[in-house]
């Protein structure tokens, strides 16, 4: 089926096709990734044959053949240098992976594969007489149209898409032109998005995009994040460090059980992850079939239509708008913050970690700390993630509070917002690297921590007060509290307090015997525990 007379390319077609340097390269960006080995499997990935149920597994070879796309292209560096976002600049190699997912190229393509998949739904469905079950060489074609589906074919669409000026509708008319070449397919071209509302489309979309990019990019790099800290924990689960509460001394821990405090923490959250549905509706205008129950009164919709969301490996929610109404997002999103508050934190008191002094900072062979001090070695990677964080979280928050508000049956300000996805996630994806860049330049400097211990032997004094609690001597607090207060003490002060204490000897010597290396508590035990608490195997993972 050819494209209606309107739809034939305008007279500045010519012109926008001419070899430009930035036409074809900004199309080859849209549509890159990273790492092409790292492969995707997806229910919503392969084709599929009229009795399984749309169900199936086989790798996302589209993501990789984005790669060569971008392998291809001439000048890179100019197009990064003029990206408006730095997403797509200066830290493009770092959040790559994000692009096959949340691009324009990913939008038309997970467009398109609903769009297929519906009409091969329909095809299983005896009632649609109309839509006869397919042969294994029309199913096989409609196939290919997704697993084959390149950037030069999403830049057909953007074609069509310059006439009708509606994105979804777009992707029908292409696929009218592309499949009236099969003589099976063309005789029910009319039935490519029955009884669809636009969103019907792209809320699978999204939903998907949503599912696979978590699984496969965001979650293995937060992975190696927590495997990281959880590395520093039990390395050094032994390495006693002076604690600061409002930034002063305080009684002993271990570098050990602080940074298994983190991993704790990020672990909590990353299980959230599965919890969420990712949810999907496909009810039509207004969420009631209507346009569906007119046309076949025989057919459940509610039930088939749930069939086939679920065949998508998605969730069905039955109860909608012309939306499905985005709070799975909010939910997802939430999480996604949370996670990144708590790094923050980490990034943090990595920060000041380092310049206390406790941690030293690998030097990289040629690179500058300061344009004017030649002696820096400043903790770049640890600002920077906080930096993004912050980012990440401010278009995250706004996503999560804005999504799930619409008026009455829908209104379109979704629409825009919905396509910065991925920059929100793109924002976390770069400062989850580059907290892993600064974890991986990082020394513990013993000498350090040794020596800030040994100035600080006040900090016994809550061991001390405690022992004389027990044993009845009067007013301990109030003892220590004169002993040590503004004071200078010393080992050998310390020594002295404690030999005129009315105490069993074995308790008196006991108390000779602590150090501020050694009054650590359990920090030790609850540091290399962390093993038993994260279970690094399992991972984060949304089903």
């Known amino acids: 089926m050819s494209a209606p007379p309107s739809l034939k390319p305008p007279a500045t077609a010519a012109f926008l096709a001419a070899p430009r340097v930035t036409a074809p390269l900004r199309a080859a960006v849209l549509g890159a990734t990273a790492q092409p080995p790292r492969r995707l499997r997806c229910s919503a990935a392969a084709g599929t044959g009229a009795g399984d149920s749309l169900q199936m597994s086989a790798p996302l070879d589209w993501a990789a053949r984005s790669v060569e796309a971008l392998e291809q292209a001439t000048d890179l560096d100019t197009f990064c240098m003029m990206a408006l976002s730095p997403l797509d600049g200066r830290y493009f190699r770092f959040v790559k992976d994000l692009m096959p997912f949340f691009s324009e190229f990913g939008l038309i393509r997970y467009r398109v594969l609903v769009e297929v998949k519906w009409l091969l739904k329909l095809s299983q469905i005896p009632e649609v007489t109309e839509v006869p079950p397919f042969s294994e060489e029309a199913q096989l074609f409609l196939d290919a149209v997704i697993l084959d589906f390149s950037i030069d074919d999403a830049k057909e669409v953007k074609q069509i898409e310059k006439i009708t000026n509606h994105d979804v509708k777009a992707v029908e008319y292409y696929l009218k032109q592309k499949c009236s070449s099969n003589p099976e397919v063309a005789k029910v071209l009319e039935f490519f998005h029955f009884g669809c509302t636009s969103e019907d489309i792209n809320n699978l979309s999204y939903a998907l995009a949503l599912k696979e990019a978590v699984n496969t990019v965001m979650f293995p790099v937060m992975e190696d994040v927590l495997a990281a800290i959880c590395t520093l924990a039990t390395e050094n689960a032994h390495v006693p460090l002076l604690s600061k509460t409002h930034g002063q001394p305080a009684s002993p821990s271990t570098l050990g059980k602080e940074m298994a405090n983190f991993a704790s923490r990020l672990y909590d959250i990353g299980r959230s992850f599965s919890e969420v549905k990712i949810l999907g509706k496909f009810a039509g205008a207004v969420g009631n079939y209507n346009a569906d129950v007119v046309a076949y009164p025989e057919i459940d919709w509610p039930k088939m239509t749930e069939?086939?969301?679920?065949?998508?490996?998605?969730?069905?929610?039955?109860?909608?708008t012309q939306i499905e109404p985005h709070d799975y997002i909010s939910k997802l999103f939430n999480l996604f913050v949370q996670f990144n508050i708590v790094l923050t934190d980490f990034d943090r008191d990595m920060w000041a970690y380092i310049s206390e002094g406790y941690f030293k900072q690998i030097p990289k062979a040629g690179e500058v700390g300061s344009s004017t001090m030649p002696h820096k070695i400043n903790p770049i990677n640890f600002e920077n993630s906080e930096g993004n964080f912050s980012v990440s979280n401010g278009l995250l928050h706004t996503l999560s509070m804005k999504l799930p508000i619409s008026r009455l049956q829908r209104d379109l300000t979704d629409s825009t917002v919905l396509r910065n996805l991925g920059v929100g996630l793109g924002h976390s994806l770069l400062a989850y690297k580059a907290t892993m860049q600064g974890i991986q330049k990082l020394q513990v400097n013993k000498v350090r921590l040794d020596e800030d211990l040994d100035q600080t032997w006040e900090v016994?004094?809550?061991?001390?007060?405690?022992?004389?609690?027990?044993?009845?001597?009067?007013?301990?607090?109030?003892?220590l509290k004169e002993f040590t207060r503004g004071q200078a003490v010393t080992k050998e002060s310390i020594r002295r307090f404690i030999e005129t204490l009315d105490l069993p000897e074995d308790v008196r010597s006991s108390l000779l015997e602590l150090t501020p290396h050694s009054y650590i508590g359990e920090a030790e035990k609850l540091a290399k525990n962390i093993v038993n608490v994260v279970d690094l195997k399992s991972g984060f993972r949304i089903e």
């Open 307 to 320: 069939e086939f969301v679920r065949s998508l490996d998605l969730q069905f929610n039955p109860y909608v």
């Open 460 to 479: 016994l004094g809550e061991a001390i007060q405690t022992v004389m609690r027990r044993y009845g001597i009067t007013k301990p607090y109030e003892k």
